[in-house]
């Protein structure tokens, strides 16, 4: 009785690894999302959530830095991000606009999502060596910022 049991239990297992491995994929960062034409401007970081665009819920529009050169190719784009602690968290879905890469990093210090580190397309950032800074904001206890 008890192997009936465990072999019938065997699919049910394999499924439910299968939806745990999907489930991984949920924070892939680059999709296209809209952030909306009265969102902001061309010169304002907008964190817009929740995105349905978006798995994560979380679209991000960025502004270039001055100084920033792009890769060959790259166009400014709304994109899907997820809230990280390293590049390392930043995984890169196919197809995406963003072909630099991410890194992860603060990209607004008030608001809803202030301080939080989030996936930032590389493209028209300017990284000085060592990484971009925590900003300074970020670096007192904040209770606006949770």
Do not use: K
């Not at 499924?15 to 680059?30: P, S, T």
């Not at 994109?79 to 990209?107: K, N, Q, W, Y």
């Amino acid at each position: 009785m008890l192997v009936r049991i465990g072999t019938a239990l065997a699919p049910l297992a394999a499924i439910c690894a299968l939806a745990g491995a999907i489930g991984c994929d949920q924070d892939l960062v680059g999709r296209r999302c809209f952030i909306g034409t009265d969102a902001g401007s061309d010169f304002e970081t907008v964190v817009a959530s929740p995105s349905l665009d978006c798995s994560s819920r979380t679209c991000l529009h960025v502004p270039a830095d001055e100084g920033a050169a792009a890769p060959a190719g790259a166009r400014p784009a709304d994109m899907c991000t997820a809230e990280c602690s390293s590049d390392d968290d930043c995984h890169r879905i196919a197809g995406s606009p963003c072909l630099g890469g991410f890194t992860c990093t603060v990209p607004v210090v008030v608001g809803p999502f202030c301080c939080r580190h989030l996936c930032v397309c590389r493209d028209f950032l300017v990284i000085p060596d060592g990484g971009i800074p925590e900003p300074e904001a970020c670096q007192v206890d904040r209770p606006d910022c949770l």
